[in-house]
């Protein structure tokens, strides 16, 4: 059998994606995108599932985007069911990347509610990309049902979610601004502030929020 230097290459890179060193994890995964090829999608998923360093599974993402759709969305749509988080987490934003909409049957609730914070905010950025027209409200009510949990960073990515839904969010919105929990009215504001002014800083935005909750008001009503 002849070994061509197209198949020599390969070797190389699948080699490299398994490196010791990030480097050349990085250099590896520009290469398989850069030339495209069906047999790298197995290992590019695999390797998402457990790189550590964030700016390598990002380029691992960009190479399964060079791949036809065809061939990853079977692999990543499985993934999404991992027991591994960052396979989860690495699949959802993969599937936001290649923006095909058969892949919406897979963002179901528990997904949206995932327990890991990461996971969750991955499955809200590819939900918002991938919701079918007519679609969007229903979305913003499980979004709604995540108001106040976690951090700082975790509320923002929600928060930018429900925004980029636009008005139909607006009912779940209010709903959650008279919610028994104040971290759920505090975010709700925020996030009301945030529809109605873009630009202004989710810091500020809190901060407004929690002034208000803290005097027993509930805000601007809708936009």
Same mark, same amino acid.
């Given at each position: 059998?002849?070994?061509?230097?197209? %198949?020599?290459?390969?070797?190389?890179?699948?080699?490299?994606?398994?490196?010791?060193?990030? =480097?050349?994890?990085?250099?590896?995964? +520009?290469?398989?995108?850069?030339?495209?090829?069906?047999?790298?999608?197995? @290992?590019?998923? *695999?390797?998402?599932?457990?790189?550590?360093?964030?700016?390598?599974?990002?380029?691992?993402? !960009?190479?399964?985007?060079?791949?036809?759709?065809?061939?990853? #969305?079977?692999?990543? #749509?499985?993934?999404?069911?991992? *027991?591994?988080?960052?396979?989860?987490?690495?699949?959802?934003? /993969?599937?936001? @990347?290649?923006?095909?909409?058969?892949? !919406?049957?897979?963002? /179901?609730?528990?997904?949206?509610?995932?327990? %890991?914070?990461?996971?969750?905010? =991955?499955? !809200?950025?590819?939900?918002?990309?991938?919701?079918?027209?007519?679609?969007?409200? &229903?979305?913003?009510?499980? +979004?709604?049902?995540?108001?106040?949990?976690?951090?700082?960073?975790?509320?923002?990515?929600?928060?930018?979610?429900?925004? &980029?839904?636009?008005?139909?969010?607006?009912?779940? #919105?209010?709903? &959650?601004?008279?919610?028994?929990?104040?971290? $759920?009215?505090?975010?709700?504001?925020?996030?009301?502030?945030?529809?109605?002014?873009?630009?202004?800083?989710?810091?500020?935005? $809190?901060?407004?929020?929690?002034?208000?909750?803290?005097?027993?008001?509930?805000?601007?009503?809708?936009?």
């Amino acid at each position: 059998m002849t070994v061509t230097r197209q %198949d020599t290459d390969a070797v190389r890179a699948l080699q490299g994606l398994a490196d010791g060193r990030s =480097s050349v994890r990085l250099r590896a995964a +520009l290469a398989v995108g850069t030339t495209p090829d069906p047999r790298f999608v197995d @290992k590019l998923v *695999e390797r998402c599932a457990i790189e550590p360093e964030f700016f390598v599974r990002d380029m691992l993402t !960009w190479a399964l985007t060079r791949h036809p759709v065809s061939m990853t #969305l079977p692999e990543l #749509l499985r993934e999404v069911r991992s *027991e591994r988080t960052q396979a989860r987490s690495q699949a959802l934003h /993969t599937l936001s @990347k290649i923006g095909d909409r058969r892949a !919406w049957p897979a963002l /179901t609730r528990a997904l949206l509610s995932d327990a %890991d914070d990461e996971v969750a905010r =991955s499955a !809200w950025r590819a939900a918002v990309v991938l919701v079918p027209e007519g679609e969007e409200a &229903a979305l913003a009510t499980v +979004l709604a049902t995540q108001l106040g949990r976690g951090g700082r960073e975790t509320q923002l990515s929600l928060s930018r979610a429900l925004v &980029a839904l636009g008005d139909v969010m607006v009912p779940a #919105l209010l709903a &959650a601004t008279t919610a028994p929990d104040p971290r $759920i009215r505090t975010h709700a504001l925020a996030t009301q502030r945030l529809l109605r002014d873009p630009d202004a800083g989710f810091e500020c935005a $809190i901060e407004e929020a929690k002034r208000a909750v803290a005097l027993g008001g509930a805000g601007q009503e809708g936009r």
